[in-house]
Antibody
Framework: QAQLVQSGAEVKKPGASLKVSCSIS????????IHWVRQAPGKGLEWMGG????????LYAPKFLGRVRMTEDTTSDTAYFMLTSLKFDDTAVYYC?????????WGQGTLVTVSS | QSALTQPPSASGSPGQSVTFSCTGT?????????VSWFQQYPGKAPKVIIY???KRPSGVPNRFSGSKSGNTASLTISGLQAEDEADYYC??????????FGGGTKLTVL
């Protein structure tokens, strides 16, 4: 059973950048394909991107292209999510998830508030 | 790419069965057998209850079952219990376009 533990809540100003971490235990990053999903307040789940082992590429949802980057540090089994040029409507809980494409394992979520 | 279509709400009485639908296209649900269903309580992370259309992770009661016909996937909860009151989301693999979620269905147990 994989455990995904995310970094803590963040408050950011519009235009700033965000970096969220997701530490894996019980498995290694070589075994998992980490994806990122967000959920705005009172809204549904939205897939943002993640690693596809079949193509060996990181896939990104078109609406975030140019603003999002997902990386992995296999030495520490930690995945990172970065989002730039933050807007008010980027306020959401950001989740890391894995066992692509079934999304079996989930982190606890990181609340990101974009506020001036 | 538009979200998968789920009815916004559903309800049922304890002991009854309820079925949720999740409608997509031939490019998502109809094209792959990678449909997952998630249960989410307020303030909590989603929990997968069905994956690959009809498989149940260990620990998920067999009251939960999934199926697919064409471009529509379905989740059935039989023997409804009060603790089943939650939001339910579907997702589908979309090949090189990644994944897509439904808008969610809020289940009320009467």
């Amino acid at each position: 059973q994989a455990q995904l533990v995310q970094s803590g809540a963040e408050v950011k100003k519009p235009g700033a950048s965000l970096k969220v971490s997701c530490s894996i235990s019980g498995y290694t990053l070589d075994d998992l394909s980490i994806h990122w999903v967000r959920q705005a307040p009172g809204k549904g789940l939205e897939w943002m991107g993640g690693f596809d082992p079949e193509s060996n590429e990181t896939l990104y949802a078109p609406k975030f292209l140019g603003r999002v980057r997902m990386t992995e540090d296999t030495t520490s089994d930690t995945a990172y999510f970065m989002l730039t040029s933050l807007k008010f409507d980027d306020t959401a809980v950001y989740y890391c998830t894995s066992d692509w494409p079934n999304f079996v394992f989930w982190g606890q979520g990181t609340l990101v508030t974009v506020s001036s | 790419q538009s979200a998968l279509t789920q009815p916004p709400s559903a309800s049922g009485s304890p002991g009854q069965s309820v079925t949720f639908s999740c409608t997509g296209t031939s490019s998502d649900i109809g094209g792959y057998n990678f449909v997952s269903w998630f249960q989410q309580y307020p303030g909590k992370a989603p929990k997968v209850i069905i994956y690959e259309v009809s498989k149940r992770p260990s620990g998920v009661p067999n009251r939960f079952s999934g199926s697919k016909s064409g471009n529509t996937a379905s989740l059935t909860i039989s023997g409804l219990q009060a603790e089943d009151e939650a939001d339910y989301y579907c997702s589908s693999y979309v090949g090189t376009n990644g994944a897509i979620f439904g808008g969610g269905t809020k289940l009320t147990v009467l």
